[in-house]
């Protein structure tokens, strides 16, 4: 529909969707090669969609055939272990982008939910932002939709392409994964984890690796600690994200919805969909003690958005009652002695406002629901 509406040319759209039975015959590289062949008959740019791509034969072959032409543009997608996105880079080395497909930003949701923002935001905190979510009418429905994906199609698909062996220790470290969202750690204290509660004799190269093959197949994202005042990684710990928080749910049967880490795995999301490379902060302020001795204290910044030369510091507040939480709230983004924006966002129903120190405070609902929020 893109393409049309930018005025393509029908005929220099050629697309296979190969999952299709009708489409069986094209699985063979030799006879949709010859077809495709057949259907470029000028020198104008062609764009070639094939869907469901590892159902190809010999795919790898067919797609380095076909980009040593000149005027075609080549877009595939596929939904099985088979191969990561990773692969198809590696494989074709700079000739090939990866177009990382989110689950729906809460402005997308709201843009085809039936109901108003506050319930919008209600369900979207608990079944998240899958598309076939918003087409499933009851309660039990999401439920056993988001269990049977993450069992039958996630876990599966890491075992398989992995060769899993150990799988009730996967299982258990995405359990732990899914409690810590929006907590500091690292593979040495989920070690610890495993050691202390689980009992189990999982070696630490393990974990980084089930770790490794969770990120692969966009289950969970990193978010890295970087001090702001010495402008530096510092390494581990670091902090854990789900890319959909319906499927994080899903995995703790929907036991732990924890409203605070929720909205700051929301906020992490949606900064990642705009864009953003994002880290946690630390900020180190330093003082002296009654007895004048130096002391140091670190305030976290819960994250650094950088996109270009733009940089916001963003806190996520759920509730901000008390002048005493606002102060808590503010005291890192306070010690930050650059120009750039601060923002503390809560799910309050205020209106955005800035105040003496510069830092700006907005409901949850106006960051989400405007694509230019941060500018506010």
Known sequence: MYLLNNLTDEQHIIEFE??????????????????????????????????????????EEVLNLLLHKDNVDIYVTESNSKFLSHDILTEFRGRGDEVHVFPLSFNEYMSVYEGDRYQGWADYLTYGGLPLILSLKTEEQKINYLTRLFEETYVKDIMERNKIEKIQELNDLINILASCIGSLSNPSKILATFRSSIKSDISLNTIRKYIEYLKNAFIINEAYRYDVKERKYIGTPLKYYFEDVGLRNARLEFRQIEETHLMENIIYNELKIRGYKVDVGVVTKRTLTEEGNKDKKQLEVDFIANLGSKRYYIQSALSIPTEEKNIQEKASLININDSFKKIILVKDIIKVKRDKDGIVTMNIYDFLLNNNSLEF
Do not use: A, T, W
Request: hydrophobic share 40%.
């Open 18 to 59: 190969l999952d299709r039975i009708e489409n069986r015959k094209y699985r063979k590289p030799d006879i949709i090669l010859e077809h495709i062949n057949s259907l470029i008959v000028d020198n104008k740019k062609y764009y070639i969609l094939l869907d469901e791509v590892q159902m190809l034969e010999g795919f």
